[in-house]
């Protein structure tokens, strides 16, 4: 098959949107990705999945430690900003457990690195949840290659 028809297909599958952050000498560095998930609850695991060609695999490889931010359905701008796409806006950080996290983002998630496994073309880091800070805020979507937002909470019976 075409590695369109993939990218297309992958694209079908709704997502949230993150930025993951990490600190080497002092300097925050970003990257927008969706390539996360939860793994263990006991302990608790999560996975964040980074190309092989972006410059934030190597930040990560050397701090061994990386946060994720999820961003909430007002900050598409840091969505655009860590993907390459900077705006007029300045980015500020906060910091959880000595890692630059983003403000008014749905969660915060600082880990640090207790495994890496290469596969294809990305690299996936195993990171243990040292600590977590949560807003109640609607989350920023990613599907079909478009932002989405949820227009109507429901709770399903």
């Given at each position: 098959m075409d590695d369109r028809l993939f990218r297309?297909?992958?694209?079908?599958?709704?997502?949230?949107?993150?930025v993951l952050?990490?600190?080497?000498?002092?300097?925050?560095?970003?990257?927008?990705a969706n390539g996360f998930m939860s793994v263990s609850l006991d302990p608790k695991l999560v996975v964040i999945s980074i190309g092989h060609k972006a410059k934030f695999l190597?930040?990560?490889s050397a701090s061994q430690k990386f946060a994720v931010n999820i961003l909430s359905e007002e900050q598409e701008q840091y969505s655009r900003h860590?993907?390459?796409?900077?705006?007029?806006?300045?980015?500020?950080?906060?910091?959880?457990?000595?890692?630059?996290?983003?403000n008014g983002v749905v969660a915060q998630i600082a880990c640090e690195?207790?495994?890496?496994?290469?596969?294809?073309d990305h690299t996936l880091f195993i990171g243990k949840v040292l600590d977590l800070k949560l807003e109640d805020k609607n989350p920023?979507?990613?599907?079909?290659?478009q932002y989405r937002q949820l227009n109507q909470f429901e709770t399903v019976k």
């Open positions: 297309d297909a992958m694209g079908k599958f709704a997502t949230g949107v993150t952050t990490t600190e080497n000498d002092g300097v925050p560095h970003g990257m927008t190597e930040k990560v860590f993907a390459g796409r900077p705006g007029d806006e300045a980015v500020l950080f906060d910091t959880l457990q000595g890692l630059p996290v983003l690195v207790v495994s890496t496994h290469i596969e294809g920023l979507l990613f599907f079909s290659g």
